[in-house]
Structures are given as C-alpha cells and as structure tokens.
T-cell receptor, first 113, second 113 residues
Framework: DTAVSQTPKYLVTQMGNDKSIKCEQN?????MYWYKQDSKKFLKIMFS???????INETVPNRFSPKSPDKAHLNLHINSLELGDSAVYFC????????????FGPGTRLTVT | GENVEQHPSTLSVQEGDSAVIKCTYS??????FPWYKQELGKGPQLIID?????GEKKDQRIAVTLNKTAKHFSLHITETQPEDSAVYFC????????????FGKGTMLLVSP
C-alpha cells in the first residue's frame, strides 16, 4: 500500500565511506526527486528525474550521484561522505502534468561521524 | 529564481483557536501554491493547494487564500486540534515545464490542549 518508500530509514556511517539510499514509488508517476532537509528543517531540492532522465541538478557536489534504473526507482549514491552530509534525505514523486503535487517518502536520516 | 518567505517560524495556539501562516513569493510566473504538513519523523504531506486563477479554497477546517497582486498566500486552520501540531511548509512553482518547487522555511505549529 506504500506510495513512496525509501530504504534504509536510518544510516549511520563514518566520514569517507560510500553509501546508497534507495527509493521506489508505486504511484505510476513520471517524475522523481531527491531533497535534503537540514537540522533547521529547510527543504532543498537536489535532483529531479523525469522518465529516468536527469532534469534538474541543483549544484549538488558530484560526490552525489543519482541513478534511475526505471521510472519507478530513483536511488542516491554518495561517495566520500562528509560531516556536512548529515541530514534527512527525502525522495518524492509527482505526476508529469502536476509537478507541484509531490508525494514524499518517509525519509532517510543520515548521520556521518 | 523563485524566493518564498514564510512567517511565523513558530506558532503556539490553544486548542480551538485559529492559526494563520503567511507566505510571500517573488516570481510572478509562479501559478501553483501547495501547502505541506510534516509530522515528526515523517515526510511532508500535501494538505491543500491553490492555483493562481483562484482566490480562496477551503477543505473542512483548512483554507488557503491567494493575493496575486501582492504575491501573498496564507494558510488558515480553524478549530485547531492537538493533532494539527506539525511543521507546515508553503511552496510555489510554475506548474509547467520543469520548474522546481520552492519551499518556505517552515512554521512549527504547536496546539496545546
């Protein structure tokens, strides 16, 4: 019944490691996103994909590499993790015709020590 | 690009009172204004939205108003209940092309019994 799911929910790792977060949506949407929410709750768009193609990359360091194997999945791989990467990462999806109606996943809390 | 300002950052009310959250936007091309509610430990959830061809929209205890001339829009919650306690985000976008959704910085609403 889950609309947008993410795994894992929590991720604790050390600086310099590489980690991945997976996202899947079963809503049939064409467009998927990754957001970063910092400790002050500010939501910032990182990437947007439409039908497996990168549409928006909001000046995110190239240590972050999204991958969309199909339009229902958008994974986020992070290389060489830094302390400043600690945040909650949200995946979201929306219908192509209504990009503002976004459905968010439950989030992945990443802690880099 | 779009810039969305949201006030207040925190709002405390007694159960049964009304709550109003205000936002302003900068880009006159924005035509879609959704509001999201984020409960603790969860992803943001779309609760109501308004398009630029409408001045007001209601859904039970919540309503949104839009003043295109002044570039203001507001969320009104009447008869607040403890379960309304959450962080509320306003957002703006041009719902065409591949415009991003720009979020305000959020309002933490606390409803005391």
């Amino acid at each position: 019944d889950t609309a947008v799911s993410q795994t894992p929910k929590y991720l604790v790792t050390q600086m310099g490691n590489d980690k991945s977060i997976k996202c899947e949506q079963n809503l049939g949407h064409d467009t998927m996103y990754w957001y970063k929410q910092d400790s002050k709750k500010f939501l910032k768009i990182m990437f947007s994909y439409n039908n497996k193609e990168l549409i928006i990359n909001e000046t995110v360091p190239n240590r972050f590499s999204p991958k969309s194997p199909d339009k229902a999945h958008l994974n986020l791989h992070i290389n060489s993790l830094e302390l400043g990467d600690s945040a909650v990462y949200f995946c979201a999806s929306s219908p192509r015709a209504r990009l503002g109606e976004q459905y968010f996943g439950p989030g992945t809390r990443l802690t880099v020590t | 690009g779009e810039n969305v300002e949201q006030h207040p950052s925190t709002l405390s009310v007694q159960e049964g009172d009304s709550a109003v959250i205000k936002c302003t936007y900068s880009d006159s091309a924005s035509n879609y204004f959704p509001w999201y509610k984020q409960e603790l430990g969860k992803g943001p959830q779309l609760i109501i939205d308004i398009r630029s061809n409408v001045g007001e929209k209601k859904d039970q205890r919540i309503a949104v108003t839009l003043n295109k001339t002044a570039k203001h829009f507001s969320l009104h919650i009447t008869e607040t209940q403890p379960e309304d306690s959450a962080v509320y985000f306003c957002a703006a976008t041009s719902d065409s092309g591949y415009s991003t959704l720009t979020f305000g910085k959020g309002t933490m609403l606390l409803v005391s019994p």
